[in-house]
């Protein structure tokens, strides 16, 4: 089945540390994103990619980096830098970016804690 | 940046009556979508909404895309208890950037048997 892909589930970290974040979709999607959510809030943009080695920042970049190598894969890391790192972690893809009638299709999110 | 408004926050309501939210704004969109999310998953689309005046179906679902193109309600008629999650609008601004993909804070719904 296509889909997208996100893993770990959950994932700890200690303080200090960056964590990587996985996303793959199979769904030949050209854009991807990732987006944070706080209990009680909604989504929050922090990078998303229209095509492969591009990636731009969202409204929450600050403390977080990704990669876009492959059109199949944007692994999300979150860098030592991001103080309040507990969130839980959605990507998402669509068809391509900038037609505003391209609905993205969510993975199942990572919840990330710190220890 | 643009907000939108997205009320109720949460509601309790019997396995069998009808639901309304719906979604707010001091901006124009182009498209509003509507997503649903259950406890530990992604959000899943529901219903996408692209003219405004649009008023579209998805089962029980039915949801219309403001003549203002300013807001967006999503009714649910019949409730069920797998209906029990949390409900976000989205919508798109004219420049059509996902950078301009603005999501409401959500409805958080209960149905009690």
């Known amino acids: 089945d296509g889909g997208i892909t996100q893993s770990p589930k959950y994932l700890f970290r200690k303080e200090g540390q960056n964590v990587t974040l996985s996303c793959e979709q199979n769904?030949?999607?050209?854009?991807m994103y990732w987006y944070r959510q706080d209990p009680g809030q909604g989504l929050r943009l922090i990078y998303y990619?229209?095509?492969?080695?591009?990636?731009q920042k969202g409204d929450i970049a600050e403390g977080y980096s990704v990669s876009r190598e492959k059109k199949e894969s944007f692994p999300l890391t979150v860098t030592s830098a991001q103080k309040n790192p507990t969130a839980f972690y959605l990507c998402?893809?669509?068809?391509?970016?900038?037609?505003?009638?391209?609905?993205?299709?969510f993975g199942d999110g990572t919840r990330l804690s710190i220890l | 940046g643009q907000q939108l408004n997205q009320s109720p926050q949460s509601m309790f309501i019997q396995e069998g009556e009808d639901v309304s939210m719906n979604c707010t704004s001091s901006?124009?969109?182009?498209?509003w979508l509507w997503y649903k999310q259950d406890p530990g998953e992604g959000p899943v689309l529901l219903i996408a909404?692209?003219?405004?005046?649009e008023l579209t179906s998805n089962g029980r679902l039915t949801a219309q895309f403001g003549i203002t193109r300013k807001d967006s309600f999503l009714n649910i008629s019949a409730s069920i208890p797998s209906d029990v999650g949390i409900y976000f609008c989205?919508?798109?601004?004219?420049?059509?950037?996902?950078?301009?993909?603005?999501f409401g804070s959500g409805t958080q719904l209960t149905v009690l048997p």
């Open positions: 998402a893809s669509s068809p391509r970016e900038g037609s505003g009638n391209q609905p993205q299709h």
């Open positions: 769904l030949n999607h050209d854009a």
């Open positions: 990619s229209q095509i492969v080695n591009d990636f």
């Open positions: 901006s124009i969109f182009n498209t």
């Open positions: 909404l692209y003219k405004a005046g």
């Open positions: 989205a919508g798109v601004i004219p420049s059509g950037s996902a950078r301009q993909l603005t």
